[in-house]
Each structure stands twice: as C-alpha cells, then as structure tokens.
C-alpha cells in the first residue's frame, strides 16, 4: 500500500490516501470516509474508461450484484457514484491481503489452511448462488485474505444473473481470466454454478501445487488447454498432498460441468470434512483419468492474472452431455475401471506371447501409493515386488517412501521391486505455535496458517481479558498431526459491558475509546458549556458505567466553547463588592486595586455581551483618608 503523491475527495466525502492495487479496468484506493468517520476502499474506474459506456455499466452491475450480497465471506459494498466524471465504488476495508499476494510470497500453502480458505469462497460463491448471481471471475486476485483470519470474496464486475443473456463483451469474445477459466467460458457458451467451482478448483490447485494446471503463452493458448488438455494430478508437483485434498480439487476442475460438484455448497461440505478429518465424497482421480488422453506439454510462464476479453476458443464443446444422474455417473465410473482392466490385461497377454525378455520396461511411479495400490501397479507393468520395508518416516502409514531399482529405471521383465513403505509414526507432525495470551482471532489464523483445526471454549472462572487465550491443547511447542485439531480456551465475553467516562475528552479520541469498550458512536449534539473546552465532550446517554450490549451506540454532546453573559457594571463600587459581582458573572477580573479602593472604569464596559470567562480589567482610585483632629 502506497501514499497517494495528491490527495483527492470525490463527492466531498471520500478522501483517498494510499493505493492499495491496480487492476485491468480500475485502481483500488484507503480513502477516509469523512461524513461517517471510517475507512473505506475506494474502486476508481480509470479516466479513460469513464468515457466508455460499456465499462461505466459493468461498474454500475458491480456495484448493484455485489449490494445485495450479505454475507461474511462476500466484500459488501457501500455506495457507488459518479465526481467529475470520474466513476467510482465504495467498499467495506479489509484489513489484509489478496490470497495472490500471499501466493507468491509463500509458493503454497499447507494442505488444510489451503482448504479452509477454499472452504471460505466456496461459502460466499454458494450464497451468491442462491440469490441467482454467477461471480464468473473467481481468481486468487479476488480472494481477500484479512488479518483477523476471515476470507472475503470482491469482485463481481463481471458477475451475471443466472439465466440471462446480457452480456458486455464484444461479439466473438468473453471476459474473464483466462488462467482460472471454466471450458464452458473459454467456449463462449452459457455458464452456471458450477463455472465458479471450477475456477475455484484452479485456486485450490495453485494453493496446493505452487502454481495453475495450465500455462501457455497467451490467453488463448491457456484457454486453449482449459478445453481440450486433461490436468496433471496435484501430486506431481507436491507430493505430500493428501490424497482426500487431491481428489476434491480433481473433482472441481472435471471437464464436463456434469463431472463436478453440482454446487459451490457441495464442494465447501467436502473440503469441510477434510478439514475435519472425515471421508470425502469426491472419487479417486486416477479413475477419471485413466481413460482421459495424455497431458500435452506446456508453456511455462506467469499465470495470466487480468480480467480481460479473451476470443471465444471453438470446441469441443464440453457443455452438450446430458447431466448424468448420481447412478450413471457411478455405472460410467463402473466402465471405465472395467475398460482400464481388459485392456491391462490385454496388454499382458500380449507381452507375454510376444515372449519378450530385454532391458524394454521401466519401474512405474508408485512413490505415494498404498502398498496393494503399488503392487497392483508394478504386476501390471510385467513385474514382481520384491522386499518390503519399513521404514521411520513423516508419510502416512502403508505409503511406498521409494523403490529400489528406483523410479524410471530400465528392468528386465519380471525382475522384483523392492518398496520402502512409511511406519506413519511421524506422519505430517508439524510443531504447535504458542498462541496462548494472544487475541483469539489472532490465534486462529496463526493455527489455521500452522494447518491446525481450531476449536475454541470458554470459561468463566478467570479474571483474563475476554476472547484472549488462556491456555490450549496440545500445548505450544509441542508436534501434532497437520490437520489435528487445537483447543483454545478463552474467557467467556460479557453479557454487558460498561460505558466509559467519555466527559472532558476530544471528539477525535471518543471513537477508539468505544470501540475498545467495543461500542459505537451514535448522534453528536452540539452546545456551549463554560466548563468544557471547545470540541469535548460535556456528556454522554447512556451515562458513563451504564451497563449496555456490546455494539450498542452512545450518544454524545460536545462543546461548542463557552456561553456568552452580559458583563455587569460594576463602576462606583468598591472593588471589593465589583470583583465579587464580576466573577460570579462567569468572567474574570484582572487589576491591582485594593480592597477598599473605587472602581473608576472597566474594560468591557457594563451592559455588553462577552463569552463566559472573558477578563474585566477593572481601574480603581485610592479610598480618601478620614483624619481626626481635637
């Protein structure tokens, strides 16, 4: 985030100071709400664009698809408008990052916060669903990472009501990001729900492996891909995905919409369970795959992260098949393995008659595989296994660690392979942080980030600040499984909480000292008060130590300076009796004279109005001395 080089205001109410980001048709801006008094973000269509009417009404459709949206995980929007022609949209702050900003500092993530995260979009995507509204622009760029641990889904500039045929693109294009795609966009043909899981299933991909199932060397090439390529599975860029993880994302980015989760819902319940240490829904990969065709090489490059319009990529279509039932999927599913095993069997027959014995095969990749899994993998390739080891390892328990000839190597036929298979006893054992003390959200995202299930109690029989971490199991410094579930215990927060005494302090203070108290300014009222500067506070309602909900609203009343009085006269009498009337005037005397002496003149003069507090110089001759003489 940079310091804006000019200030500016649009509307006379949203002042900008720093730049947050750039985007393909806007830059996004921190900007001071100064009528409410909050930080905001601020989405500035870029000048050149304002003149465009076709941008100005996707900015519009933003603005209008993403207001009645409301829902944690989804950015709300607060207003939109137009200075200058300059056209604009007002958002909620999140105090965070982008999940692409993250990416490329990290590289990935640890399997469960990638799936938590996912878990999160999944929710938001879900819900906007359900209220007919296609995001159809799901990217990393897009997912906000906020330091309090939630996940908040922006964006919807390129979002469509279900079922309609506008569209804002010229004819022969789509818009979009082409790294993160559905085929059915590439293809320019009708998307629904299930375009935003694919899209999601690329993110969840790049969380795990480090970078998206398809790169080339422009949109179209990628879109291209996105078509016709069949993915690499995750593990072959990360090894140490957990195959639950795996075959959710495969699930998700299937080809066919009719091969994915029916919805957004269904994958977030999946990836929920994950979490949770459950069995997912999602099948096997290697099962769809295995009668897919072989993956084309790719062009190595950056992903192509802008929302841009990218051709129409013709065919095949992907969209055409008749949505399978539950039981067809599975009957297909059924075929397909019975296909892959006749012509397995086929080929051994073959390669037996043809009596072949050279140096013409190789040891299959079974490194990741089950024990049965891997020796059914290593008989099919016309060879035995040999010895099988345990071995201390942090793989799960029964998955082959290595093979000896290794991976690759070229092998008579039917010689043995040995496997080395995990013990399990260090299986994903990571090392707990230290998040007792810590602020509760805080500590969630530090386990969550750590691939830690969180769950939180309370109690009330500490004297600790509330939603503060008093203690936790398993304890900080200690190894757990990745994925294994973390017990925080925090104190119990108040049913009530007491107003603070706000009298006597600055306006510019009173929002921090109630949103510690965790209230709200309400109204602001404004009068004099002789005892109360200019711009505090004189009171409060309720009054301060009133017990309230948290989130109540205080109303305050702030000086406006001292009241105005008339300034007695005061000439003739004793300065004595004329500071005595001055003072208890509200005003204040300032002059040398005795007790006894008279008051000549004074500086207000009597009868005028001054404010409260004011100085009187009062000017006094010396009382004549009577004498006496006999």
């Known amino acids: 985030m940079e310091p804006v080089d000019q200030s500016r205001v649009f509307s006379e109410r949203y ?127 897009n997912v906000l990472l906020a330091t309090d641990g939630a996940v908040k889904v922006t964006d919807f500039g390129i979002a469509r009501a279900i079922n309609t045929e506008e569209g804002l693109t010229q004819a022969g294009s789509v818009m979009g990001t082409a790294t993160y795609f559905s085929p059915e966009q590439a293809e320019g043909v009708g998307v629904d729900a299930r375009s935003d899981v694919y899209s999601l299933g690329i993110v969840l991909f790049e969380m795990l492996a480090g970078r998206p199932p398809f790169q080339g060397d422009s949109p179209v090439a990628v879109a291209s ?87 129409i990529f013709p065919g095949p279509r992907t969209d055409i098949r008749p949505r399978k039932s539950k039981r067809s999927k599975k009957i297909w599913i059924i075929g397909v393995i019975a296909l892959v095993v006749v012509l397995l069997a086929g080929l051994g027959a073959y390669a037996a008659f043809s009596g072949s014995s050279g140096s013409n095969l190789t040891v299959p990749n079974v ?62 054992q990571v090392l707990v942080p230290n998040v007792t003390n810590q602020d509760l959200p805080g500590a969630e995202a530090t ?63 009173v929002g921090a000292t109630l949103s510690t108290a965790q209230l709200s300014i309400g109204s602001q009222t404004t009068q004099c008060d002789n005892t109360q500067p200019n711009s505090t506070v004189i009171s409060s309602s309720p009054a301060a130590g009133a017990q309230v909900q948290p989130g109540s609203a205080v109303n305050i009343v702030v000086s406006t300076g001292p009241c105005s009085a008339t300034v007695p006269n005061v000439i003739g009498l004793t300065y004595s009796s004329a500071r005595g009337i001055v003072t208890g005037a509200g005003f204040v005397v300032s002059s040398s004279c005795a007790s006894s002496d008279t008051v000549t003149s004074q500086s207000p003069s009597g009868f005028q109005s001054a404010p409260a507090g004011t100085s009187v110089t009062l000017t006094c001759a010396a009382s004549p001395t009577t004498t006496t003489t006999s």
């Open 15 to 141: 002042e900008i100071t720093h730049l947050i980001a750039r985007g393909g048709m806007a830059q996004v801006y921190r900007a001071n709400d100064l009528l409410l008094d909050r930080v905001v973000a601020l989405k500035v269509l870029f000048p050149e664009l304002s003149v465009d009417q076709t941008f100005v009404e996707r900015f519009r459709r933003e603005a209008q698809a993403a207001a009645k949206l409301s829902h944690p995980n989804i950015v709300p929007v607060f207003d939109w408008g137009e200075d200058n022609g300059t056209y604009f949209i007002v958002m909620e702050f999140v105090d965070g990052e982008p999940l692409s900003a993250t990416l490329r500092r990290e590289g990935t993530l640890p399997p469960v916060h990638a799936a938590s995260i996912a878990a999160g979009v999944a929710a938001a995507l879900s819900y906007a669903h359900r209220h007919g509204v296609v995001h159809r622009d799901v990217k990393p760029g």
């Open 367 to 428: 490194v990741g595989m089950t024990e049965s899994k891997a020796a059914t993998a290593i008989q099919n390739a016309g060879l035995k296994v040999g010895t099988i080891n345990k071995v201390a390892s942090d793989k799960p328990a029964n998955q082959v660690v290595s093979t000896n000839p290794g991976v690759g190597l070229p092998v008579n036929k039917g010689a043995s392979v040995d496997l080395s298979i995990s013990d399990g006893k260090g299986a994903h």
């Open 225 to 311: 891909k996105h078509v016709r390529d069949q993915p690499q599975l995750v593990r072959e860029f990360a090894t140490d995905t957990p195959a639950a993880l795996e075959a959710i994302t495969m699930m998700a980015i299937a080809k066919a919409p009719s091969d994915r989760y029916d919805s957004a819902e269904d994958m977030r319940a999946d990836l929920q369970r994950f979490v949770e240490g459950k069995g997912v829904l999602a099948p096997d990969p290697l099962i769809l795959l295995s009668a897919a065709s072989a993956v084309n090489a790719t062009t190595t490059m950056d992903a192509i992260n802008n929302t841009q319009a990218v051709p």
């Open 447 to 509: 386990l969550q980030a750590a691939g830690f299930t969180v769950k939180v109690v309370t109690t009330t029989s500490s004297s600790a600040k509330p939603n503060t971490v008093i203690s936790q199991t398993p304890a900080g410094g200690s190894k757990a499984a990745k994925g294994s579930i973390v017990t925080l215990t925090t104190v119990a927060a108040p049913q009530t909480v007491a107003v603070p005494d706000l009298v006597g302090q600055p306006t510019s203070s």
